[in-house]
């Protein structure tokens, strides 16, 4: 799955999407590895575009009327089934990118613009899909990238995690340094930013691994100070690895250097991972391509299936049972129905 990320970017290239008029305020609506599209997306967006992973609508949302797009690879997730129904309650038409359940069903009923990816993987590892598809549908007016983007960041996710591929030694050396130790993430807000959160949750579901992430400059005004009452502990049990954009900043590539001798006594800095490729989406591509094949090795050295998520399987179980028959879900169907 991980080595059809590149496969999956040049499907999407040869997607013919929906056109959406009145894009100048959005808002994308996604949980887990569906919602992680929206902010790639939000990072390369050259207008407002907010990502929302929650319930409902932002009270923001009364005044501007964004475009609300719905990501939800199942098509049944819960959070964003309640942004649609809130969405149809005020008014506005969203626009889809599913692979079926009940998104699917409301977008076919409603006449939605929509795009509908392939089924039957884990929606974390339809990031090619579930992203390709968010960038084709907002744009290269919006997000800057066309179809030969998508093709030449498949080029790069393939040089990556291909048969063969240059990221699979690296990554091999960065887990056998993670091995043991509870992993940061560390970036520069920008491109590199959300590719750390992606970064966290894979080595979070693959390698059922804790991980968190952090971004400069902002954790040089806070989480910088926290190494040094735990460094007996932290020096041996805390690794960090920081993913480095060729386009970030002068400033964010002095405090890389400045933090990691700051706090290099106290906690162990394993390794960097530096972007490649030419555009953003490329750079993106590439870092997010290295994480995939790090959580995966991280999974190795754990002993774990890297596929089920139990834990999150088993919450949506106890969710369900407490909401009884007559769930949320349940309800927003009917509504819907009554709306349409």
């Known amino acids: 799955m991980i080595g059809g990320f590149g496969s999956q970017l040049r499907w999407a290239a040869e997607v013919d999407p929906p056109v959406l008029e009145g894009l100048e305020h959005l808002l994308v609506a996604g949980m887990g590895g569906s919602g992680i599209s929206a902010d790639f997306a939000a990072a390369l967006s050259n207008r407002p575009l907010a990502v929302h992973k929650t319930y409902g609508l932002p009270a923001w949302a009364a005044g501007t009327r964004p475009q609300v ?4 690879y199942s098509g049944n997730t819960e959070e964003t089934l309640s942004v649609v129904e809130a969405a149809i309650k005020a008014g506005l038409t969203p626009a889809v990118v599913t692979s079926g359940g009940t998104l699917a069903e409301w977008a076919g009923r409603g006449g939605w613009p929509s795009i509908g990816v392939p089924p039957g993987l884990q929606p974390r590892a339809a990031l090619g899909y579930l992203l390709g598809s968010l960038l084709r549908l907002l744009g290269p007016g919006v997000v800057g990238v066309t179809s030969e983007h ?36 560390y970036a520069g807000t920008g491109l590199a930013g959300p590719v ?69 006594g106290d906690v162990n800095w394993v390794g960097e991972v530096w972007s490649q490729g030419d555009s953003p989406l490329e750079r993106m591509v590439s870092l997010t391509a290295m994480g995939d094949l ?8 754990a002993g774990v299936d890297p596929v089920p998520v139990a834990a999150i399987e088993d919450l949506k179980r106890r969710l369900a049972e407490a909401a009884g028959p007559e769930s949320r879900t349940a309800q927003s169907k009917q509504e819907i129905k009554g709306v349409m």
Do not use: C, M
Not at 294 to 301: G, K, Q
């Open 69 to 72: 797009i719905a990501l939800s």
């Open 150 to 185: 998508l093709h030449a960041a498949a080029q790069t996710a393939d040089t990556v995690v291909g048969p063969g591929g240059v990221g699979w030694g690296l990554a091999g050396d960065l887990a056998q340094g993670l091995e043991g130790r509870i992993v940061g993430v």
């Open 196 to 264: 750390a959160q992606r970064w966290k949750t894979q080595i979070n579901e693959n390698a059922k691994w804790p991980a968190w992430y952090s971004l400069l400059p902002e954790l040089d005004h806070n989480e910088i100070v926290s190494w040094t009452s735990l460094a007996t502990l932290t020096r041996r049990r805390v690794g960090i690895v920081a993913l480095r954009d060729r386009g970030e900043p002068p400033g964010v590539a002095a405090r890389f250097a400045h933090t990691a001798e700051v706090t290099g």
């Open 294 to 301: 790090v959580s995966l090795e991280l999974a190795i050295r």
